[in-house]
Every structure is written in C-alpha cells, then in structure tokens.
C-alpha cells in the first residue's frame, strides 16, 4: 500500500466505524456486553490511540530519528503487521492504561464524534507530508509491537479500528 492508498484507507475505515458508533441507540452506545467496553468507550479508545500519533507526526522528522532511530529492516506487509498484532493479543498483550478508556455518556457522543473525525484528518494531513521513503525509514514505539516504521504504524492504525468496529458490532444489537 503506497501512501496515497494508506490515507484513503485511514479515511474511510474510520469514517465507516464512527457512522457505526454515531447511528446507534442511547443503550447499544453506552452499555457493555461480553466484559467489552461499549460502543462509547471503543469510540474514545480509537480517539486516544490515534492522538498521540498525530502528536508523534507533527515533530519534524529530525527529531523522530534522534528518538527512535531509523529502520534497520524492510517495512512488513499489512497482513504480515496484522498477524503479528493478532499473535501479540492472543498471548495476552493489552492496551496500556493510558489508551484504556473512561466511562463515556451518551451526553459526551456528539463531542466525541467530532473529536475523533478531527483527529483522523489531521492524521491523514500528516500522512501526506511523509514520502514513501519516510514512511519505511522513519520508526516510532507501539506499545505492543515494540519499534515498528511508520508505514507499519499506518498499517497498525487502519487494521485497529476495523478490529473494534467488529467487536463493537458484535456486542450491539444494530447490525
């Protein structure tokens, strides 16, 4: 997946799980079910996932290499990325406490609807300052995946929040 092809698929995977979240009902938006986080809390999850990384973009690329270093191997595919993040999960890995979301209101939806649309474009303005080469070059720390390039942070992003459009669904009652 080029860049360009990186930014349309950020764009829409999120824009079809916040049309999701945003036509859902007062109870499948705030209720649990299964011990998963709700509708809500998924929504606030992706949100907190994706801010520090439009933080982590905006640093001039200088700075991201004197942090992390740069790539010391070819970027993995998307699947081969999803895999290994699937592996990573099944033998336990969970999301650190500062990506765990709180208690999300109906009353907080419309906000958090905005929010999250905001912070997905800026994402996607971010993406298309990287050139190709950047996005294989540069790295940057996942909290589960350890260094991975940016490329494969991108990867990472689109497969995240279809992962929690499914499990959202599967605990709702609107399919």
């Known amino acids: 997946m080029n860049k360009n092809e990186i930014a349309i698929e950020l764009r829409q995977k999120h824009l079809l799980f916040i049309k999701y979240i945003d036509s859902l009902n007062e109870n499948d938006f705030v209720e649990t079910a299964n011990q998963k986080w709700s509708?809500?809390?998924?929504?606030d999850h992706i949100y907190r996932a994706i801010k520090p990384l439009v933080q982590a973009l905006?640093?001039?690329?200088?700075?991201?290499k004197l942090l992390f270093?740069?790539?010391?191997?070819?970027?993995?595919?998307y699947d081969d990325l999803v895999k290994k993040y699937l592996l990573k999960l099944e033998?336990?890995?969970?999301?650190?406490a500062r990506f765990i979301p709180r208690k999300i209101a109906i009353t907080q939806k419309k906000n958090l609807v905005k929010r999250l649309k905001h912070v997905v474009e800026k994402l996607i303005v971010q993406v298309n300052k990287l050139t190709d080469h950047e996005l294989d070059n540069?790295?940057?720390?996942?909290?589960?995946?350890?260094?991975?390039?940016l490329r494969e942070m991108m990867f990472f992003t689109i497969y995240h929040v279809e992962h929690h459009h499914q499990i959202t669904k599967r605990n709702t009652t609107v399919e």
């Open 39 to 43: 509708a809500g809390q998924q929504m």
């Open 58 to 64: 905006q640093l001039p690329h200088f700075v991201l």
């Open 69 to 77: 270093g740069k790539a010391n191997r070819n970027s993995k595919s």
């Open 91 to 96: 033998s336990g890995g969970r999301a650190p």
């Open 138 to 149: 540069l790295i940057m720390p996942h909290p589960l995946l350890g260094k991975i390039t």
